[in-house]
């Protein structure tokens, strides 16, 4: 089990940033990311935002344990939601700080792609171009929900794809 204090050097330091630069960037002392760090205090809530929002991560995966819940499950047919009342929800995270965010009904993006074949690109990203959406819709179509989809490319870029 990780601490907070672990938590946030683990992501402080896959970002490539000193204690003092993420200080500057939160606008506290070294001092004080450094007792976090070592699990002596804690950040008050404003901060926990600030740092979920800095390292992209959710507040809860920032201050609690990791729980051993799959990320995919499989539902069996006679407790499936019917399509139109599921969601796809698409996250595209760039290297370079921009983030889109997508959900639509699984039925209108399904219907969509059935029409033109292909997806559009998000602001000129074609880190979706690859993905396979008739593959998606058979797998959910099957009763896959939860996480189907996470890529990340070369260029530092990440896709994760939902349905809910």
Not at 1 to 8: A, D
Not at 79 to 91: D, T, V
Request: with cysteine; proline share 4%; hydrophobic share 40%.
């Amino acid at each position: 089990m990780k601490t907070i204090g672990q938590k946030i050097a683990e992501k402080r330091k896959q970002m490539h940033l000193t204690q003092e630069e993420l200080a500057f960037k939160l606008n506290v002392s070294p001092q004080a990311v450094s007792k976090w760090e070592n699990d002596l205090s804690i950040p008050d809530v404003t901060l926990l935002i600030a740092l979920s929002d800095l390292f992209n991560i959710s507040l809860d995966e920032l201050i609690r344990e990791k729980q051993n819940l799959p990320v995919t499950t499989l539902v069996e047919q006679e407790n499936k939601k019917p399509l139109e009342k599921m969601l796809l929800k698409i996250i595209v995270n760039s290297k370079d700080g921009d983030k889109v965010k997508v959900n639509l009904p699984v039925q209108l993006i399904k219907l969509g792609i059935n029409i033109s074949k292909c997806m559009p690109e998000i602001n000129g990203n074609d880190a979706l171009k690859d993905i396979d959406f008739d593959q998606i819709f058979n797998m959910i179509e099957n009763g896959v929900i939860g996480k189907i989809v996470e890529v990340e490319s070369s260029d530092g870029d990440i896709v994760e794809i939902y349905v809910e």
